[in-house]
C-alpha cells in the first residue's frame, strides 16, 4: 500500500516528478547508492495510475537496437532476482514467450534474436510447428518462424511500483501524492525549485519522470523542445477460458504487432494499436476491436472468435525517433529526463532507474548517447 507524506520539506537534494516505473525505479537507484534526501511528487492519489499501471506486464529480451538490449538484459536480471535493497524477489511469473513473424519479418527477427544470443540470451529458432506444439490455439496462422525464449515472462506493475517504493523508502525517500507541479522555478539559468498544488520545495536537480505528461512539464521548465506524444493502445481481456492453458508462454507477433498471453483464467490481447491522444485516462475506441480482428485473423485465426469481457487503454509515450529521452537538459541544468521510454518500461525499467540514478548524482556512469536529450539541439 502506498504510503505518502503529508507537508513537503523546504528542500530536497533530488526531486522526482512522476511516481510510476519511471519515477520510482530511479528514486530505487537513488537509494541504492546511498541517497538519502529524494522527494516524489506525484499528481494523482496513487502512483502507477497511467501508463505504469495499463499495460500487459510483458518481460521481452529479444528486442531491436544494441543500447535498447542491454538495458532488456539488465532488466531481466533484475527480475531473475539481481535486485539490491529489496526484501523480496521482484513480481515475475518466467512462462517464457514465442515471438513469431510471417515471410516478411522473420528476417529482422532473426536478426534480432542473433544479436541477443551473442549478448547470452538464451533462446531458440522455431518453425511454426514448434510454436503451434506449445501453444495449439495458435495454429492455422500465417507464421514464418519464431523464437521461443525461455526467460522471458510476466511481473505485476503494481507489486513492482510498491516494490521500487518500498525499497526506496527505505533508503530515505518521500512520496507526495495529489501534488501537481504547477510552476518550476529557475536561478541563473538552471533549476532552483518546484512550485505544487501542494506548496514550494526547494531543488537543484529535477527528474522529469512524468510519463505522457513530460513534454509538458519540460516545456514549463523551458528545457529543449522536442514533441513527445502519448499514444493510446487497447488490451482486451476474454474472460476466464476452459482451454487457455495458464502455464502458455506469451505469444507476440512482430511483424503484424498483435499478441496474447494468459491472463486470470482466461487470455489478454491486444492489437497493438497507435493512435495520439492526450494525456490522461484514454477512452475506449470500439473500432479497435476491428483492427485485432483483422490481426488475428491472419496470424491467430483460432482466436478470431473469442469472447471479449473487458477492454482499456493506456498510454505509452515516444520521442520524435523513438528512442528513450534519458539524459541530462542541455538547456536547463538541474533538469534531468527519464521520459518517452514507449513500450519499453516495464522490462528496462530496473537498468533505466539505476542509469538515471548514477548519471544524475554524478556518482555512476552516464547514460548511453543514443538516449541523450541533446539530440533534439
Given at each position: 500500500m502506498s504510503v505518502a507524506q503529508n507537508k513537503l520539506p523546504p528542500h530536497a537534494d533530488f526531486v522526482i516528478i512522476g511516481g510510476g516505473l519511471a519515477g520510482m525505479s530511479t528514486a530505487w537507484g537513488l537509494?541504492?547508492?546511498?541517497?538519502?534526501?529524494?522527494?516524489?511528487?506525484?499528481?494523482?492519489?496513487?502512483?502507477?495510475?497511467?501508463?505504469?499501471?495499463?499495460?500487459?506486464?510483458?518481460?521481452?529480451?529479444?528486442?531491436?537496437g544494441a543500447e535498447l538490449l542491454q538495458l532488456a538484459l539488465s532488466g531481466a536480471r533484475f527480475f531473475a532476482g539481481e535486485a539490491p535493497g529489496w526484501q523480496q524477489a521482484p513480481p515475475?511469473?518466467?512462462?517464457?514467450?514465442?515471438?513469431?513473424?510471417?515471410?516478411?519479418?522473420?528476417?529482422?527477427?532473426?536478426q534480432n534474436a542473433g544479436a541477443a544470443t551473442r549478448a547470452g540470451v538464451e533462446l531458440e529458432l522455431c518453425g511454426p510447428e514448434r510454436i503451434n506444439e506449445a501453444v495449439p490455439c495458435t495454429a492455422g496462422g500465417e507464421i514464418s518462424g519464431?523464437?521461443?525464449?525461455?526467460?522471458?515472462?510476466?511481473?505485476?506493475?503494481?507489486?513492482?511500483?510498491?516494490?521500487?517504493?518500498?525499497?526506496?523508502?527505505?533508503?530515505?525517500?518521500?512520496?507526495?501524492?495529489?501534488?501537481?507541479?504547477?510552476?518550476?522555478?529557475?536561478?541563473?539559468?538552471?533549476?532552483a525549485g518546484v512550485q505544487t498544488s501542494r506548496g514550494h520545495i526547494k531543488t537543484g536537480v529535477l527528474v522529469n519522470a512524468a510519463g505522457a505528461w513530460a513534454g509538458l512539464i519540460g516545456s514549463m521548465a523551458g528545457a529543449v523542445k522536442v514533441e513527445l506524444t502519448p499514444l493510446r493502445r487497447?488490451?482486451?481481456?476474454?474472460?476466464?477460458?476452459?482451454?487457455?492453458?495458464?502455464?502458455?508462454?506469451?505469444?507476440?507477433?512482430?511483424?503484424r504487432d498483435v499478441y496474447f498471453r494468459p491472463e486470470s483464467g482466461g487470455l489478454l490481447l491486444s492489437a497493438c494499436d497507435e493512435s495520439a491522444a492526450e494525456p490522461a485516462l484514454p477512452l475506449v475506441d470500439p473500432a479497435v476491436q476491428?483492427?485485432?480482428?483483422?490481426?488475428?485473423?491472419?496470424?491467430?485465426?483460432?482466436?478470431?472468435?473469442?469472447?471479449?469481457?473487458?477492454?482499456?487503454?493506456?498510454?505509452?509515450?515516444?520521442?520524435?525517433?523513438?528512442?528513450?529521452?534519458?539524459?541530462?537538459?542541455?538547456?536547463?541544468?538541474?533538469?534531468?529526463?527519464?521520459?518517452?521510454?514507449?513500450?519499453?518500461?516495464?522490462?528496462?525499467?530496473?537498468?533505466?532507474?539505476?542509469?538515471?540514478?548514477?548519471?544524475?548524482s554524478g556518482r555512476g556512469a552516464p547514460a548511453p548517447a543514443a538516449f541523450s536529450p541533446s539530440r533534439f539541439t
Open positions: 537509494s541504492v547508492l546511498g541517497e538519502r534526501d529524494t522527494v516524489v511528487l506525484e499528481k494523482e492519489n496513487v502512483p502507477g495510475m497511467h501508463s505504469s499501471g495499463r499495460n500487459a506486464a510483458m518481460i521481452r529480451q529479444v528486442v531491436p515475475f511469473t518466467p512462462g517464457g514467450s514465442f515471438l513469431s513473424a510471417g515471410r516478411g519479418g522473420r528476417d529482422a527477427l532473426e519464431g523464437v521461443y525464449c525461455p526467460g522471458d515472462g510476466v511481473t505485476d506493475t503494481d507489486g513492482l511500483i510498491q516494490g521500487y517504493q518500498a525499497a526506496a523508502r527505505t533508503g530515505g525517500m518521500r512520496l507526495f501524492t495529489d501534488c501537481e507541479v504547477r510552476h518550476i522555478d529557475m536561478h541563473n539559468g538552471r533549476v487497447h488490451l482486451y481481456y476474454t474472460g476466464a477460458l476452459a482451454w487457455a492453458d495458464q502455464r502458455w508462454p506469451y505469444v507476440w507477433d512482430v511483424e476491428d483492427l485485432l480482428a483483422g490481426k488475428l485473423s491472419e496470424v491467430f485465426p483460432r482466436l478470431l472468435d473469442i469472447p471479449i469481457a473487458r477492454s482499456w487503454a493506456g498510454l505509452r509515450t515516444f520521442a520524435p525517433d523513438r528512442a528513450f529521452m534519458l539524459g541530462h537538459d542541455p538547456v536547463l541544468e538541474g533538469l534531468y529526463w527519464v521520459a518517452a521510454l514507449g513500450g519499453h518500461g516495464v522490462t528496462t525499467s530496473p537498468a533505466v532507474g539505476r542509469i538515471a540514478a548514477g548519471d544524475v
